[in-house]
């Protein structure tokens, strides 16, 4: 094979795209071939490998700055997927006007660490720019069709696939209302796939969607979908299951048939948004439900040939969206917010076969039996919002945050959920802001990073409203619950 990482991975991404995933083992076994780091203990990626599959991790821009995290990051994962790098807001925030500078970042580490790329998403209802939104119905395809084949062309044969179209689908199994669904009908996504396919012939291309990682209405309207768009001759490869779960909810019912019967139809399935999170504080019966929850996926996935992998979305608690999104809830990823294996790492570990030895150190660390000590915080949220006509208008933000412990804070992600119908908009400051449906995390630039004890940094953002205008309620720095 080359030595050199980009024609290695052009080399890894041609074949599996030639070979399809009905040769998974063969083709997972190359990217396996392809990685040079090497361990006592296999990584959580050559463990999967060695069964026919991935195993990758969602990352974000703000996180390859954090050099312990990339050390993970780069060596224990065989595919990553950018978390909100090549969203239709980062990559087209005004029409024609494209930014692929973060995409291609993420790309950059994949490729220097010999890893493949899920790239996410190129038709979302969520996290679109206004001017988007405001197209008039006639216009919306050739703008949909234009972003498409600029961004899938941008980053041609250099990804694996794409989640070319993403939750298109409400809990019932009706299509979810967008500005595409209202000026197209259910035949955006066909539009969508065919122009996906144009723009990049050798990439995967799926449908991702959560709450169908089980049997019911929602999982139904997807098989239908996928039925109707392989008998129009539709290119469709795959389709993604998300996987974002509860320990307090159930265990999704007979995944592992849910995710055959796709199968059987000729896609590809993966498990692409893991996680499972709990109600905090984090004890070690929740521990044991939630390294249950990680090994019934695993096995899932290891039992349907078809399932080309899986990615949790992102390794470590440190950058998990759930807090954000899901007051008093977390820990929901295999490492903790230090970087620490959990007893979930294990159970992922020997649900791909690997072996934890009984006389020598588990690869994981257990839950601690008292809580580690936290630093408090406190956040004054401000805004001034007004109207530019009925239920719709703009708003700026000033967010004040406050170091309430005695030790100084190094390192900062506040994170917060923006009330429905709100967005944000590209103008922020002090701050570099990510943002995942309502979920918005804003993490320090390199002059603000450090908050003394006591002290206090701003930051700040504009933003749109429709509806009326509310503030968020619920705030917390470094996964810490502030006042």
Known sequence: MSSSPQSAFSTRTRLLLIMGVTTALAAVSLIAGLST???????????????GK??????????????AYTAILGSEFGQITPGNSMKWDTTEPTRNTFAFTKGDAVVSFAKSHNQIVRAHTLVWHSQLPSWV??????????????HITQVATHYAGQVYAWDVVNEPFNEDGTFRTSVFYNAMGSGYIATALRAARAADPTAKLYINDYNTDGAGAKADAMYNLAVSLKAQGVPL??????????????????????????????????????????????????????????????????????CVGVTIWDYTDKYSWVPSVFSGQGAALPWDENLAK????????????????????????????????????????????????????GFTASITITNTSSTAINGWALRFSLPSGQTLTQSGWNATYAVSGQAVTATNLSYNSTIGANGSTSIGFNGRWTGSYTSPTAFTLNNVTCS
Not at 256 to 264: E, S, T
């Open 54 to 67: 991935y195993f990758g991790s969602a990352t974000d821009n703000p996180e390859l700055t954090d050099t």
């Open 37 to 51: 780091a090497r361990a006592a203990d296999p990584t959580l990626h050559q463990l999967a490998a060695a069964k």
């Open 237 to 306: 490869d795959g389709i993604g299951f998300q996987g974002h779960l509860a320990i307090q909810y159930g265990f999704p019912t007979n995944m592992q048939a849910n995710l055959q019967r796709f199968a059987d139809l000729g896609l590809d399935v993966a498990i692409t948004e893991l996680d499972v999170r709990m109600i905090l504080p984090r004890d070690a019966t929740k521990d044991a439900t939630q390294s249950t929850y990680y090994t019934n996926v695993v096995n899932a996935c290891v039992a349907v040939t078809r």
């Open 342 to 393: 959990k007893p979930a790492y294990t159970a992922i570990y020997q649900a791909l076969g690997g072996i934890v030895s009984t006389t020598s150190p588990s690869p994981s660390s257990p839950a601690p039996s008292t809580p580690a000590p936290q630093n408090g915080c406190k956040v004054v949220y401000t805004a001034n919002p007004w109207t530019e006509g009925s239920g719709v208008g």
């Open 133 to 146: 939104s405001s197209l008039a119905a006639t216009e919306v395809q050739a703008a949909m069709e234009n």
